[in-house]
């Protein structure tokens, strides 16, 4: 999957809490995204396959990353990334559906991609470190930042929430996390965290963190709020950060 021109706009309406249509697929060769959405200085992928691979190089001009495309009846389509390293290595990568945007770490030696599955629930950062070795290696970095969500907004203590659904929640957390930036070091990234803007989370709906997460293990260096994102990370943003209403707690009044 990858997302038209219309994302953006159906985003802002996602922040609303209107449900938007599904990304259409890289087969359908939509006109590539010019801007990012999540990350200001990344740069989105082209993944139009349109008679020739785009490339995005490294701050080090050495390293590269390349769009994969291979023929599907006859048409020319997305198929992954290939990462070209400095000393010659070549790595072949999946592209997870829906990614959107690409920001390398300022040593070169990692980056990572923003996506979504839909317009207002799913977004998802990947980060990928180049080894000695040659080879790629993606890092699941959001799982404590994930869990620390349904701590500070407890899924089941949400006004209006539904049971089921928020149960679910509080077992296998999903909130949208988009990467900002990196660190200086590279050592770290700067995750965008937010509870969906759907009614289905209730009182807890748009809720926002911002963390620092260490690169690979995913530990919470830093946990901002709100306000503390706009302010430090607001720069970095490819739209303006809003600061919601404070959650609302209390009794459940649907049984979904």
Same mark, same amino acid.
């Given at each position: 999957m990858r997302f038209t021109n219309s994302f953006p706009l159906c985003l802002w309406f996602g922040l609303l809490g209107v449900s938007c249509p599904r990304p259409m697929s890289a087969q359908g060769r939509a006109t590539p995204p010019e801007k990012p959405i999540w990350a200001k200085n990344a740069i989105a992928l082209d993944l139009s396959c349109g008679g020739r691979r785009s490339v995005i190089h490294a701050p080090d001009h050495l390293t590269s990353v390349w769009t994969l495309c291979q023929e599907v009846d006859g048409d020319s389509v997305a198929s992954g990334l290939e990462v070209v390293t400095a000393n010659g290595y070549r790595h072949e990568l999946p592209l997870r559906a829906g990614a959107n945007e690409l920001l390398w770490a300022p040593n070169s030696k990692s980056f990572f991609v923003n996506g979504g599955e839909s317009g207002y629930a799913g977004f998802f950062i990947d980060v990928y470190q180049l080894m000695d070795s040659g080879r790629v290696v993606m890092r699941a970095v959001t799982n404590a930042a994930q869990k620390d969500m349904v701590s500070s907004f407890p899924p089941c203590k949400a006004w209006?929430?539904?049971?089921?659904?928020?149960? #679910?929640?509080?077992?296998?957390?999903?909130?949208?996390?988009?990467?900002?930036?990196?660190? *200086?070091?590279?050592?770290?990234?700067?995750?965008? *965290? /937010?509870?969906?803007?759907?009614?289905?989370?209730?009182?807890?709906?748009?809720?926002?963190?911002?963390?620092?997460?260490?690169?690979?293990?995913?530990?919470?260096? #830093? #946990?901002?709020? !709100?306000? /503390?994102?706009?302010?430090?990370?607001? !720069?970095? !943003? !490819?739209?303006?950060?809003?600061? +919601?209403? +404070?959650?609302?707690?209390g009794p459940a009044h649907a049984t979904w």
């Open positions: 209006n929430r539904g049971e089921v659904e928020c149960a #679910r929640v509080s077992r296998d957390p999903e909130y949208n996390m988009s990467g900002l930036g990196w660190s *200086a070091s590279s050592s770290s990234v700067y995750v965008f *965290a /937010e509870v969906p803007c759907s009614s289905s989370y209730g009182g807890i709906m748009c809720q926002v963190h911002g963390y620092e997460l260490s690169v690979p293990d995913g530990r919470i260096l #830093r #946990r901002l709020s !709100a306000q /503390e994102t706009k302010k430090e990370w607001g !720069a970095l !943003a !490819a739209w303006k950060i809003s600061v +919601p209403e +404070p959650p609302e707690y």
